[in-house]
Each structure stands twice: as C-alpha cells, then as structure tokens.
C-alpha cells in the first residue's frame, strides 16, 4: 500500500474515532467504561500521526535525508500541538457552556500522555513504512 493509500485510509479513520469521541458524550461511554477515554486518545492519535506522518513524507520530507528520530519528533510534535488544541476546546465548552468534558489538571495530562504513545506509534509506523516503500538507487544508477 502506497502513502497516498495509507493517508486516505488514515483520514476515513481519524474522521471515524474522532467521531466516536463526539457520539460517546451522548451515550455517556466516558463515565460507563474505564479507561475508554484514554483508549480513544491514544486510537486517534495513532491515526493522526499516520495521516501526518503519510502526508508529510509525500510533501515536507520528499526528496529529503532527514532522518527517522528527525521525522517522528517532527509528526509527533503535530499531533501533540492538535491533541493541546482539542483539550483547550474541552476547557473552553466547559466554560462556555457549564459542561464537565474537562475532568482536571490529571485527566488533561493523562489524555496528553496517551496522545504521545499514540502519536509515538503512529509516527514510526508510517516513517517505517515509508523509508521501506522509498526507492532505493542502485550502484548502477549512481555511475
């Protein structure tokens, strides 16, 4: 599977669990199931930072030498920067609106950290695959 494959798959995905988070609300997964917010963080941050990662490497890393630890903590640090966006959005409803999405200081950091294992795994799992999916030039073609 090629990385344009494996971007339109990851947004059909991220799209799907990040839907999943918004419905869970609704049926009060949250509260009803241990862990499940933590599971979902870390779910879609996998997808996240193989669609980062996808589209990163056939745009901002084509053609470039950077290296794996290089290219992960780059998708890493995107994916991070989006998970702080989305707990910032959970502070800002719960202010405007009297919710309670936000459950503190350590649910905050707790949904932060399994942000990073995802986005971790979902970045060297892409940059893997495209360092093996990248065409290697033969000694023949470097004459």
């Known amino acids: ?25 609704h049926f009060d997964l949250y509260r009803r199931i241990v862990w499940y917010d933590e599971i979902l963080h870390l779910v879609t941050a996998f997808f996240l930072g ?6 990163a490497h056939r745009t901002v890393f084509r ?4 290296r794996l630890v ?4 780059v998708i890493v640090t995107v994916v991070l920067a989006l998970g702080l966006l989305w707990e910032l959005g959970e502070w800002l409803v719960d202010r405007w609106r009297g ?23 979902g970045a060297l799992a892409v940059s893997l695959l495209a360092t093996r999916s990248r065409p290697h030039r033969s000694a023949d073609a470097r004459a």
């Open 99 to 121: 919710t309670t999405m936000s459950k503190g200081t350590k649910d905050t950091a707790v949904d932060l950290l399994a942000d990073l294992a995802g986005a971790l795994a």
């Open 50 to 55: 193989v669609l980062v990662g996808a589209r």
């Open 70 to 73: 290089r290219r992960v903590a």
């Open 1 to 25: 599977m090629g990385l344009r494959a494996v971007e339109a798959s990851a947004w059909a995905l991220t799209i799907a669990a990040v839907g999943v988070g918004i419905a869970s609300n």
């Open 63 to 66: 053609g470039t030498r950077a």
